[in-house]
Structures are given as structure tokens and as C-alpha cells.
């Protein structure tokens, strides 16, 4: 079993530098329109990624459950959903030089788990449940697709400051197509989160008889859902695309973080075990 | 009266009250919600009044949360009566949507046309013939996606506003052998058996309760629940939210004459008119051990080193702190205390909320009606003799990129790779 937590937090180790060193051959790649940084970038986030899930598999042999029941699983599963979301947008469309922009906060909630304590504890009563999978794994996914949704939107203002619109050959994509995929990755985290706000209703109501409670970590769930729906309701009536869509969805990852980090350190609820 | 109606009904007021039950919701969030008059004048002096005046002691059934949300919902009806007519035109096959303006032109002039229309009909696109081409069109059924989407939300607030008028819920402790009637369902809960289950490091994992449902004139059925695993007897839902530890305490004087013998608590008290004497239960350590600032706690919840920590006051006066193993007498006066028997007891809710089975239906409309809007958006695609032109609402830009790369491996001289 020892083994088992060396060799987990061996390959968490690794996987954190090799997401590090994606993150800064990202930037090599945009900042000197290199395509070899670029092949180089994806190379260490595809590898990153495959070392990230191994540490991932190896926490789930030690503790017999998916890591989703602490701060620091939540953290490392959140940033293996980030990296599973870029990876999907990567070899869907090749634009690389969306890497730039969503490694880094990657390389920050990484950053962030690291710093908690990895001790594995078995589940309290309440978290018996296949609920939790359901719940917190829609979660992964949604606050994944969020940050490359930030990422991308992050990059279309960088777009607007530099006053280019061209794509060029190093990948770097149009205003217009950051703008776009921003908007159908947001789409699809909405429609995750829309998930993990049914599914942890469901639970609770199996749990502890009410669906909703009015816990701070809900009620910031319904806040971001609330102001992504706000995002996606302008888009479609009001022709709410570029800069103010692209604040809006920044705002809305902010709210997603706040939900995650902010609630657990400075509210108390339901949620507070997490 | 016709721009009150159009107000209410439309966008404008969407975001406003989405932005503002947002931010409304954020105060029930910072400020703890449900405490006493007295606790808020204490932690927040200089602005407890306009707490109070504000509701913002409880946000969530406040006036203001209450109107908000009766204008969303207004709003939300509203809007969807007004768009869905047009929504089911829109259904219709005939219906053709206008290209965009900045639509891209994909022509190509080597463009294999029948390759083009059959790549098409495999992405399940319905071909339509027109006078110079076709329409190929997909996924109608996005154009009702909103409206779903809104009946969706819809039932679920009619599901949560039942259960906040009729709901019925309760809590009540039982030892093993009580029994909690509900007589106007027609059957009572007794209490069979209460538990750990232990880990191998003395953890708990569960509690169980293990229990008889008795109705007059039929058998008794047992059942068994435990957090995450309620019992549903007719109507109602019990569900395991808490337990505790009850001791007995035994009253005597020196004579040998029983005074008290009753059940206690962690936090209750009992008093003796006698002697005017307080007993004050201030905790029970089944596992007991003492920190190293001098307080005492339980490792575990295993029964293994029982005490009890017993606080006495005489006319008000605290007399005495005492920590004490099961049996063994507190001598005060003429009295003897003495705490033991202690057993566990479990805590159930109930609950019936008739309004929950709109919120799962509600939820599961909602979900639907956001993957029409999303993931089955209405596309179609304008072939004429020397044009194409996609045409879609949500998502141009993918729709754009999804049919170039059609064009592109249509074209003629492809059709052998």
C-alpha cells in the first residue's frame, strides 16, 4: 500500500512539471510563432495527462473509490478535467494556441492541490452514495469546460488589445473563432452544470430529505448556472458575441472558482467536508 | 398596457431578474440565515436593524425573494407563450431559414454535387429538392428547445412551491423500544435496534436503524435504513440524520430512597427540588480520554472506556465538576448520583413532499430541452446551381467549419480516396 502512495504522488509530481512545462512552451509557442514549441506544448500535455490519470488510477486502487471527496481530490480531478476538456478542443480542431491560455490554469489549480494535504480518508456516511460520482463527476467536466471556456475568452480580449484578427499559421485562431468555441464550450459546461445541480438535489433529497437546502455551496452553484444562463440568453437574443461575451465568460469562471475554493474556506454549509 | 404586458414577458426583465436573484442570493450566502434577534444585534451591532428590516435574517422566504421570484416565473410563462407559437412554425417542414448576412459562401466549382447530398443524407440531414438545388435540413426539433427548456424550469418552481405549501416534515429520537405513532396514516415506527457500523480503525462508517412499521390487525414489518438509504412507508419518507448517546441517571439518598431515575441527554439537565440541586449532563465519552488541555473526548464511538462528565449547581451556584465511570456514585449531601445504562438512540426525519416528483420531472424537461437547444440545434444547408449557404441560429461558426470540410472532400477527383 505504501508503494501504491509513493508511486501516486511520484506520478502527481510528474504530472504537475510536465504541466508546468506545457504551460511555458505554450507561451514560447505564441510569444515566437514557433510550431514546433506548439508540437512540443501538446506533446508534454498529452503526456502530462496520461501520467496525471495514472496517479489518478493509483489513488483509486489505494482508496477503492474515485477521488472526489476532499479538497485536494476535487483539485486534481478538477485540473484533470480542465486538461481531458483542452485535449478534446485540441485534437477535435488543432488550434494550438489555445493551450496558452487554459495550461495555465491548469498549472494553477494544480498548483493549488498540491499545497493541500493528500491523505486519503475513508467516506463519511453521508458521501455513501453513487450519487457522488454522478454529482461530482458532471461537476469535473462543467468547472473543466468553464476554465477553457476562460481561456478562450481570455484569448479573444488578448485578440482585441493586439488588434489582430488573422489566423496564423502557428495555430492562433481568429477573434471570431475563439469567440465561437468559447461559447459552444460554454454550452456544453452549462449544460454539465445543470447536471450536477440535478443530481446533487436527487442526492440530497436521499440524504437528507430536502432536494435543496440553501447551502452556500448550492446556492453559488445556482449563481454561476444563473449567470451563464444571463450569458447565454444575451448571445442568442441580443447578438452578445466578442468583448462583452468574453468579460462574461471570465466573470462566469471566477464565479465557478469562487464556488469551489471560496465557499469551502470562507462560508460554511453542507458542503463544508469538501 | 400593451408595453407593461411586452415588458414583463420580455428579455429585458429575463436579465434583470436572473442578475438580480443572483446577487440576491449571494447575501443568504455571506450572512448566516435563521438566528435569533439577538445573535444578529450582537455580531453586526451598527447594521442589525436593517438586517432584520430587510429580511436578509432569512433571504430565501423573504418578501423581496418571493416577488422576484413570482415575476420570473410570470416572465418565464409569459415569454414562452409569446415565442412558442412561432417556435412550431418553425417545425414545419417547409420552413426556410434566412442566411446570416456575414453567411461564408462555399461554393466550389469543382464540387462534386451528388457527393456533396449524399455525404449530407448520411449526416441524417432530410434532403428537400428546390427549382436550382435542395435544402438539406436537420434537427427541428431545436427550434422548441428554449420553450422546453422553460417549461422545464416552470415545473420545477410549481414543484418547489407545492412542496413549500404542503410538505409536511418532522424529527424525532427514539430509543430502542419506543415506538412514534403517525395516526393520520394509520401506523406507528418502533425503534428495533440502533448501531455503528465500525471500521477497522474505529471509525463509524453508517448508522442503522433498524425498525417495525405496526399497523392495527396486520403484521409488523421490519426494515431496515441508514443515511442515504430512507425507509418509505406510504406516503411518507423516513431518513437517518442523526443519533446521540442517553444515559441513565439514578437519584438516591443515603437511606437507600430513589429520588430520580430517569434518561438524560449530553446537555440536559435534571433538577432535584430537595436540595434545589441542578444535575447537568455536560457530555458522555463512550471511548473516553482527555486532552492534553485538559478536555475530555471520545476516540471513537466504540464502547470501550466509558465516562461522563456531570456538572451539579445548588441554588444556581456551580458546586461541582465530576467525571465518572458508569456505576460510580457522586456523593453530594445526602444524595448519590450515579449515570449508567448508557445506550445509543437514533434521530429520523420524515418527510412528505408530494411537490418532488414536479422537481425530478421538471429537471428531467429542463435537461431535455437544453440538449434540443444545444446539441440539436436547427441546421440547414442551401444548395443551389452555383452556391451553398448554412444556415443556423446557434452555432454558425462550427456549422461553417463542419460543412467546409464537406465541400472540401466532395470535391471531384476525391471520390477515390
Known amino acids: ?137 458532471t461537476a469535473v467536466i462543467s468547472y473543466g469546460a468553464f476554465a477553457v471556456s476562460a481561456g478562450l475568452a481570455t484569448m479573444y480580449l488578448i485578440h482585441l488589445y493586439q488588434k489582430k484578427d488573422n489566423e496564423t499559421k502557428t495555430g492562433m485562431l481568429t477573434a471570431e473563432t475563439c469567440d465561437y468555441l468559447s461559447y459552444r464550450v460554454i454550452a456544453f459546461g452549462y449544460l454539465m452544470l445543470t447536471l450536477v445541480i440535478i443530481t446533487g438535489a436527487i442526492w440530497a433529497k436521499a440524504a437528507w430529505s430536502r432536494y435543496w437546502a440553501w447551502d452556500p455551496k448550492e446556492t453559488w452553484s445556482l449563481i454561476t448556472w444563473l449567470i451563464y444562463s444571463v450569458y447565454l440568453h444575451l448571445r442568442f437574443h441580443r447578438g452578445w458575441t466578442g468583448k462583452p461575451a468574453a468579460w462574461f465568460a471570465v466573470i462566469g469562471f471566477l464565479c465557478v472558482i469562487f464556488t469551489f475554493v471560496g465557499v469551502n474556506t470562507l462560508l460554511a454549509g453542507l458542503h463544508s467536508y469538501l | 398596457m400593451q408595453r407593461i404586458v411586452r415588458f414583463l414577458t420580455g428579455l429585458p426583465l429575463a436579465i434583470i431578474l436572473l442578475v438580480t436573484i443572483a446577487m440576491y442570493s449571494i447575501i443568504g450566502t455571506v450572512l448566516p440565515q435563521g438566528l435569533s434577534v439577538e445573535v444578529y444585534a450582537e455580531r453586526y451591532p ?229 436540595n434545589h440541586m441542578t444535575v447537568y449532563l455536560y457530555g458522555f465519552y463512550p471511548n473516553f480520554t482527555i486532552t492534553s488541555e485538559g478536555e475530555p473526548l471520545t476516540m471513537t464511538e466504540e464502547m470501550k472506556n466509558p465516562h461522563y462528565a456531570v456538572i451539579l449547581y445548588e441554588y444556581g451556584q456551580h458546586v461541582g465538576s465530576y467525571i465518572v465511570e458508569p456505576g460510580q456514585p457522586i456523593e453530594r449531601g445526602d444524595f448519590q448520583i450515579t449515570f449508567q445504562d448508557s445506550t445509543l438512540y437514533t434521530g429520523l426525519t420524515y418527510r412528505k413532499d408530494f411537490g418532488y416528483s414536479f422537481v425530478v420531472a421538471g429537471s428531467a424537461i429542463m435537461f431535455l430541452g437544453l440538449m434540443f437547444s444545444f446539441y440539436f440545434t436547427p441546421k440547414q444547408i442551401l444548395m443551389t446551381t452555383n452556391s451553398i449557404k448554412v444556415m443556423t441560429r446557434q452555432n454558425p461558426w462550427g456549422l461553417t467549419y463542419q460543412i467546409k470540410k464537406l465541400v472540401e472532400a466532395s470535391r471531384i477527383g476525391k471520390e477515390s480516396n
Open chain 1, 1 to 137: 500500500m505504501e508503494q501504491i502512495i509513493f508511486w501516486e504522488e511520484t506520478f502527481f509530481t510528474v504530472a504537475f512539471v510536465a504541466y508546468t512545462a506545457a504551460a511555458l512552451a505554450f507561451f514560447a509557442h505564441v510569444a515566437l510563432k514557433k510550431d514546433i514549441m506548439g508540437k512540443i506544448a501538446v506533446l508534454l500535455t498529452s503526456a502530462g495527462f496520461l501520467i496525471h490519470t495514472t496517479a489518478i488510477v493509483l489513488r483509486v486502487i489505494e482508496s477503492g473509490r474515485l477521488p472526489f471527496s476532499n479538497q485536494f481530490e476535487f483539485a486534481t480531478s478538477f485540473t484533470w478535467g480542465i486538461v481531458l476538456c483542452y485535449l478534446v478542443l485540441h485534437y477535435a480542431y488543432r488550434f494550438t494556441a489555445v493551450g496558452a491560455f487554459v495550461m495555465p490554469i491548469a498549472f494553477l489549480v494544480m498548483g493549488y492541490a498540491s499545497m493541500l494535504p493528500k491523505t486519503i480518508k475513508p467516506l463519511m456516511p453521508a458521501l455513501q452514495s453513487n450519487w457522488l460520482y454522478l454529482h461530482v463527476g
Open chain 2, 46 to 274: 451598527q447594521f442589525a436593524q436593517w438586517i432584520l428590516a430587510l429580511q436578509f435574517d432569512h433571504v430565501y422566504t423573504s418578501l423581496v425573494f418571493y416577488v422576484l421570484l413570482g415575476l420570473f416565473v410570470l416572465n418565464l410563462v409569459g415569454c414562452t407563450l409569446k415565442i412558442l407559437p412561432a417556435q412550431l412554425r418553425r417545425m414545419k417542414q417547409d420552413y426556410v431559414m434566412t442566411p446570416r448576412a456575414s453567411s461564408e459562401e462555399m461554393f466550389d466549382s469543382s464540387l462534386n454535387p451528388e457527393m456533396f447530398r449524399s455525404s449530407l443524407t448520411k449526416l441524417r440531414y432530410s434532403i428537400r429538392e428546390t427549382e436550382d438545388g435542395f435544402i438539406a435540413s436537420k434537427h427541428r426539433i431545436g427550434h422548441i428547445g428554449s420553450s422546453v427548456t422553460h417549461l422545464g424550469i416552470i415545473v420545477i418552481i410549481v414543484g418547489s412551491i407545492i412542496g413549500a405549501i404542503f410538505a409536511e416534515e418532522g424529527f424525532f429520537n427514539l430509543m430502542p423500544g419506543d415506538v412514534k405513532s403517525f395516526p393520520d396514516y394509520g401506523f406507528a415506527i418502533r425503534l428495533d435496534d440502533f448501531y455503528f457500523g465500525f471500521r477497522e480503525n474505529g471509525t463509524v462508517e453508517q448508522y442503522f436503524s433498524e425498525v417495525s412499521v405496526l399497523r392495527s390487525q396486520q403484521p409488523e414489518q421490519t426494515a431496515k435504513l441508514w443515511v442515504n438509504q430512507p425507509l418509505s412507508v406510504d406516503s411518507l419518507s423516513f431518513y437517518q440524520t442523526s443519533y446521540g448517546w442517553a444515559s441513565r441517571v439514578l437519584i438516591t439518598k443515603n437511606s437507600g430512597e430513589e429520588v430520580m431515575n430517569i434518561w438524560l441527554r449530553k446537555g440536559e439537565s435534571t433538577f432535584v427540588q430537595e
